[in-house]
């Protein structure tokens, strides 16, 4: 996986603890695909105020999943459903909780 799927991962688990201008940094670059050149028009700011913008918050996206984990423990908890369902072919849709 490269590190643009992994920073979009990131987002759908931490977005919500960025704030609203780092949302609209991350959705123009990584959902819209717009340029830094593009950001910077349509805010009316710098390219190098959107670039430090998007290395800000890659990086605080990354320091979450570091404390958090929550991608981590996801894909580990997939892992071991996985293995019981093929292992034992255990139906999980039957089971209360």
Known sequence: MDDRDYLII???YYGSLLTD??????NYYYFDN???GEISENLNISRSAVYNCIVKLSSKLMYYEDVLGM??????LRSIVNK???KDQIAFKDIVI
Do not use: C, G, P
Request: glycine share 0%.
């Open 21 to 26: 201008k780092q949302r609209t940094y991350f």
């Open 10 to 12: 990131l987002f759908d």
């Open 34 to 36: 717009l340029s830094l």
């Open 71 to 76: 991608y981590k423990k996801d894909v580990k």
């Open 84 to 86: 019981l369902n093929s």
